[in-house]
């Protein structure tokens, strides 16, 4: 018999051979594989079961749960939930065959995140697409006399036009005040530039509905003769002007431009902290490189680096694209879409909440839906372009 060395390897020393971490721990690990499968689904189920017995809850009998303990138990309930889950998802793949295990690990844990999205994000986008067919409270279907009712509208038209003025405006605004200040702010001495920066990153921090109030206060009229609350008319009627009701000033679309103006306020500080990190990683030597060819600093910004800080641009651009495709609050809370400054998502609220017309709101959100799509296909695929050239 041969002689079993202190360097043999693990499976001759070990009399029962080699073990499987499984089989070191105790607890629910030592059962039989098939028990500890019955186990993992009962529990699972039971799981999802109770969470759901405990929002229930929540909602017939309000009177037992304030609503501070409603949110605590929520909480608690998510976070233990969630750590059962994973840990019972693992219990069940471990007892299946090593060779099936395996290869569904990493689907398995994943598969909590995709049925949250899918609960959360997917089954409201097909219930929408299905009530869009059907009439005001959602009972029968109408075929396609919503898309009708919404197409032959001239407000839906109107709103189509302001949402595509947004996004040729703010976008592009956004890009070209970002890179500007991100440029400028660069160039000065290390406090002085944080100091900067952070004043207008600062408004990011505000709500849409509170910069719409601070606005509103800026924007505000009050007839000839009283006294002016509104800045912007302060400084007309200090040089002697007449006060505008600016939100009111439809030509040229003027009161839909002021709108715009306050998203383009709020989003410049998010457009300038992505840009200025991408102008810092231009490569200095490419800098030198154009100097020393005799290019101007215009000529090295705009040949040197704009080239290698377009993805940005483009990442920027498109982020904002998808936010002004959806904007909501400024609008609601400034005119409430009144003198032609309606837009589609305010279309939608006024639709659904006001009229209660659940089918055309969802034909209006469906036709917001399409829209949107090519929007995130592209951001997508320069996304993995980018990724791919790293």
């Known amino acids: 018999m041969a002689e079993v060395t202190a360097d043999a390897p693990e499976e001759q020393r070990s009399p029962a051979g080699p073990q499987s971490p499984s089989e070191h721990t105790g607890g629910l690990r030592r059962l039989p594989k098939v028990a500890r499968l019955v186990i993992s689904v009962l529990a699972i189920w039971a799981l999802i079961a109770g969470i759901g017995t405990m929002f229930q809850a929540f909602a017939y009998y309000p009177q037992y749960f304030p609503k501070l303990l409603q949110g605590v138990l929520a909480v608690v309930l998510g976070v233990l939930g969630a750590a059962a889950v994973f840990y019972f998802i693992n219990l069940f793949v471990e007892s299946l065959p090593d060779r099936v295990s395996g290869r569904i690990l990493p689907y398995a844990f994943l598969l909590p995140g ?193 080239p290698q800080i377009r993805g940005t641009m483009v990442t920027v651009f498109v982020t904002l694209v998808i936010l002004v495709l959806k904007v909501f609050d400024i609008v609601y809370v400034m005119t409430n879409g009144r003198d032609n400054t309606d837009v589609i998502a305010n279309l939608f609220f006024r639709e659904i909440f006001a009229n209660s017309q659940s089918g055309v709101a969802s034909a209006i959100v469906v036709v917001l839906l399409i829209a949107v799509t090519p929007v995130l296909i592209y951001q997508v695929r320069t996304f993995r372009k980018e990724e791919a050239m790293r």
């Open 114 to 306: 995709v049925g949250l999205i899918g609960l959360m994000l997917l089954y409201p986008t097909v219930q929408t697409i299905n009530y869009s067919f059907a009439n005001a409270d959602s009972t029968a279907y109408v075929g396609l006399e919503n898309y009708a009712t919404i197409f032959g509208n001239p407000n839906f038209w109107s709103a189509m036009i302001n949402n595509l003025l947004w996004l040729l405006i703010v976008p592009a605004a956004v890009v070209f005040f970002g890179t500007l200040v991100a440029v400028l702010a660069d160039r000065l001495p290390g406090s002085a530039e944080n100091v900067t920066k952070s004043l207008i990153f600062l408004p990011m921090a505000i709500s849409f509905v509170g910069a719409a109030t601070i606005w509103g206060a800026i924007y505000a009229y009050e007839p000839s003769g009283q006294a002016q609350t509104g800045i912007l008319n302060a400084i007309v009627t200090g040089f002697g002007g007449e006060p505008v009701s600016w939100l009111s000033q439809t030509q040229l679309r003027l009161n839909n431009l002021l709108l715009m103006v306050i998203l383009i306020w709020l989003q410049v500080g998010f457009g300038m902290v992505l840009l200025s990190s991408a102008i810092k990683g231009v490569p200095e030597d490419t800098l030198e490189a154009g100097r020393i060819d005799g290019a101007n600093e215009f000529q090295i910004f705009t040949r040197i680096v704009i």
